[in-house]
C-alpha cells in the first residue's frame, strides 16, 4: 500500500515540476511584474448619500451616441460649431465641461450610449427616403404627417408606418457606429471615472447592435470603475436588463444616515419589437412594474420618501403634453411604443415617485405633468446624434435638497431641475422646481408608523 502510494506522488512530480517551469519562464519573458494581476474595480462610496450641505445633484446624460472617438464624424451641427473637425471629442468635452461646472453627485446616463448610422436618421427624413423606395410609402408618411391636428410633431405616427420607416432615435454608444462596444463604453464613460463621479446607467434602443448583447452591455457597465449600474434586483425575474434601485442616504452625522431619503429606480424601457406584424419599440413590461411595485412598497414601509425614475423610451401619456401644457422645447413628436403598458398607472399608484427623466427624442427637452408626476427628457448630448444646427447639445441636472432641522439635516425638501447648454457660456436654462414638501406633510419625520 506504501510503494502504491509513493508511486502516485513520483507520478504527480512531473505535472508540477512543468507547471512550475513555464511560471519562471512567464516571469522572465514578461518585464511587467503586474501584468498577471487581476485589476480590481474602483468602487463608488456606497450606500450613496447626501452631502454635509443637504445637497444631492444629479446629471443626466440623455443620448451620448458614442461611434469610435476621434473617426467619428458629428451630426447636424453648424460650421461654426466645428464642421469636419467636430466628432466624438465634441461629446467627451461637453461632459467633462458639465462635470467641473456642476460637481454632480451621480451622472445618470439614460440610454444610447452607442450609435449606429442606419437607424439613426432624423424622423423628418423619412418622407423624403420613401419616395426613394416607393411612391406608396410617401404618400403613406405624408398621409400620417396630415392627419396630426394643431402641428403637432409628425413623427408620433411612425410606429403606424411600414417596418422599413421604423428609424431609432437616441442611446449611451451608438451600436453601429462603434466596431467595439466595450471599447466604445470605455471611451464614452471615461469622463465620469477621471473625474471619480458614481454613475448609472440603462440601456437604449440602440446599444446592442455593436459587438455585445444588451446582458452583456448591462454586465460589463456594472464592473466599470465608479459603475453603481446593476444588471437585475436579485430574487426577482424580470424582463430586460438594467432593472435597479439605488437608495440616497442621509449625510454623516444625521439621524437618518442608515436611512434611504431618495430612491432611484432605473428601468430598461427595451429596444424594438414587432406588435401584430408590425415594428414598433419596446416598453415596460408587466415584470417589472410588480418588482417596482414590491420594492416601493417595501421601502415605504421604512420611510417615506420620495422618488424619481429613470428609463429611455417614453411612454405614450407623454403625447399628451403638446396640448396640456410643457416648459422647455417640443420639438419633435414622442417616439414611443405602440403598446401602452400601465407605466403612468403603477407609478401613479405607487405615490412615492415624483419625476421620471427620459431620453430617446433628442430635439425634445422639455418637463410636463402627468397626473402629479413630472415627465423630463434630457435633450441630446452627444455629437453624433441627431440634432439641430444652432440648437446647442445639451444636458438636465437634478438637484434634490433636505429640510434643516434645529441641529442635524431632515427629509427631502425640494426637488429642482435645469438644463446647460454645450454653448460658450455653458448656459443655465429652464430652472423649475419639480415638487416641494408641503407643510400639510411635513412633521419632521419620514419615518413610516407602525399601521400607518
Wanted: glycine share 8%; hydrophobic share 40%.
Amino acid at each position: 500500500m506504501a510503494a502504491s502510494h509513493l508511486t502516485a506522488l513520483i507520478s504527480l512530480l512531473p505535472p508540477c515540476l512543468l507547471a512550475l517551469l513555464l511560471l519562471r519562464l512567464a516571469t522572465v519573458l514578461d518585464s511587467d511584474p503586474d501584468a498577471a494581476l487581476p485589476r480590481v474595480k474602483a468602487a463608488a462610496p456606497f450606500p450613496l448619500r447626501f452631502r454635509h450641505d443637504g445637497a444631492f445633484k444629479i446629471l443626466q446624460v440623455a443620448d451620448m451616441h458614442f461611434g469610435n472617438g476621434a473617426a467619428t464624424s458629428c451630426r447636424d451641427v453648424a460650421p461654426d460649431g466645428g464642421g469636419a473637425r467636430c466628432s466624438d471629442l465634441n461629446t467627451t468635452r461637453f461632459l467633462r465641461r458639465v462635470i467641473e461646472a456642476e460637481r454632480p453627485d451621480l451622472i445618470a446616463f439614460t440610454g444610447t450610449a452607442l450609435s449606429s448610422p442606419l437607424c439613426d436618421d432624423l424622423a423628418s427624413k423619412v418622407a423624403t427616403l420613401a419616395e426613394l423606395v416607393s411612391p406608396r410609402s410617401a404618400h403613406l408618411a405624408r398621409q400620417h404627417a396630415v392627419a396630426l391636428p394643431n402641428g403637432y410633431p409628425w413623427r408620433t405616427s411612425l410606429h403606424l408606418m411600414p417596418p422599413l420607416f421604423q428609424f431609432g432615435t437616441g442611446d449611451n454608444i451608438f451600436g453601429g457606429s462603434a466596431t467595439d462596444a466595450a471599447e466604445s463604453l470605455l471611451r464614452a464613460i471615461s469622463p465620469a471615472i477621471e473625474y471619480k463621479v458614481p454613475w448609472a446607467a440603462v440601456l437604449g434602443n440602440h446599444d446592442q447592435e455593436s459587438t455585445m448583447t444588451r446582458e452583456e452591455l448591462m454586465t460589463f457597465m456594472s464592473l466599470m470603475d465608479y459603475s453603481v449600474s446593476q444588471v437585475n434586483p436579485p430574487g426577482f425575474l424580470v424582463h430586460g436588463f438594467g432593472n435597479y434601485h439605488i437608495g440616497i442616504h442621509g449625510p454623516f452625522g444625521s439621524e437618518l444616515v442608515n436611512t434611504s431619503l431618495l430612491n432611484l429606480y432605473f428601468l430598461d424601457s427595451g429596444d424594438r419589437e414587432v406588435v401584430n406584424g408590425v415594428k414598433t419599440y419596446g416598453w415596460i413590461k408587466e415584470s417589472q412594474l410588480a418588482w417596482l411595485r414590491a420594492t416601493s412598497v417595501e421601502l415605504q414601509k421604512t420611510a417615506l420618501s420620495p422618488a424619481l425614475s429613470f428609463f429611455h423610451i417614453p411612454i405614450p401619456e407623454v403625447r399628451g403634453l403638446w396640448y396640456s401644457g410643457f416648459k422647455g422645447q417640443y420639438q419633435e413628436g414622442v417616439a414611443c411604443s405602440s403598446v401602452n403598458s400601465g407605466v403612468l398607472d403603477t407609478l401613479v399608484s405607487m405615490g412615492d415617485v415624483k419625476g421620471v427623466f427620459l431620453g430617446h427624442d433628442h430635439l425634445n427637452d422639455f418637463c410636463g405633468n402627468l397626473n402629479g408626476i413630472w415627465f423630463c427628457y434630457g435633450g441630446g448630448f452627444g455629437y453624433h446624434a441627431y440634432g439641430r444646427p444652432h440648437w446647442p447639445r445639451r444636458a438636465r441636472v437634478i438637484y434634490t435638497e433636505l429640510k434643516k432641522g434645529q441641529k442635524l439635516w431632515l427629509e427631502v425638501e425640494s426637488i429642482q431641475t435645469w438644463k446647460l447648454l454645450d454653448d460658450e457660456k455653458l448656459s443655465k436654462i429652464d430652472e423649475q422646481v419639480l415638487w416641494r414638501r408641503s407643510q400639510d406633510d411635513s412633521d419632521h419625520s419620514i419615518l413610516s408608523r407602525p399601521g400607518a
